[in-house]
């Protein structure tokens, strides 16, 4: 458990897009809301105390979107945090629709991407968004027409940096070609390193990697390694995990999320961790 009132600089720092300095463990804002990432949680008080908490801590970068809740995290937020602290970057990301708990569907038409975006500015209560990501790309929308539409709204001063999730060298290429993107977030984890390519093209040009899931998502890791390098580190297997991340790449900025207190101040404690080489080396190989 960590009481600092500044736990999360411990992991260092990132810039992204030049010009926003952030801590290098920021905060996903998905499960603050109800079960199946739907409606408002169980408990809006101790939702309401994560995200203070959160702030508190030192975490000065948090990673919601509109479909989480649908629009419950982004109102949340709003209600925990605003008028927000100097330096507390909120990104956000439009591109999915929710028909249901547990359901996601993409849907990057121009149109919707603009309806999505001033919804958030509304439920942020900001007059621009920090770091806007599109959310997926949509096989039924030409990618460039969905690029397109952000870099749009970007020049009218609605957005202020653009970046992407869910996507493929290729597409990252695709879209850098059109406007400047400062991030990419996709899943990657311990176990889960299918977008090493693209996290490998991130760090080569300075793009910002957000590693969604960081941690397993709903299915924790659990190894033989990762549990006796935290026997050695009197950590957790998941907070050794955090730590692989933050020793993974210097672009790397971890978001774990929760809706626990107490998980919270665990997922903080990780930015403290120092693998050694002899550690980092095995978990990069297990």
Known sequence: MTNGTNAASAAGTITIGGDLTV??????AMRVTGPGIWGPPRDRAVALAV????VEAGVNF???ADS???DVSEELLAEALAPYPAGLVIATKGGLVRPGPDQWRADARPEHLRAALEGSLRKLRVERIDLYQLHRP???VPFAESVGTL???QRAGKIRHIGLSNVSVAELAAARAIVPIVSVQNRYNYEDRTSEAVLDACERDGIAFLPWAPIGGLSPLKTHVLERIA????ATPLQIAIAWLL???PVVLPIPGTGSLAHLEDNLAAAALQLTAAEFDELGTA
């Open 138 to 140: 949509d096989p039924k």
């Open 62 to 64: 948090i990673d919601t």
């Open 231 to 234: 026997r050695a580190h009197r």
């Open 51 to 54: 995200l203070r908490r959160v």
């Open 68 to 70: 989480y809740g649908p």
């Open 23 to 28: 801590n290098r463990l920021g905060f996903g």
């Open 151 to 153: 870099a749009e709204l």
């Open 247 to 249: 020793r993974r790449s």
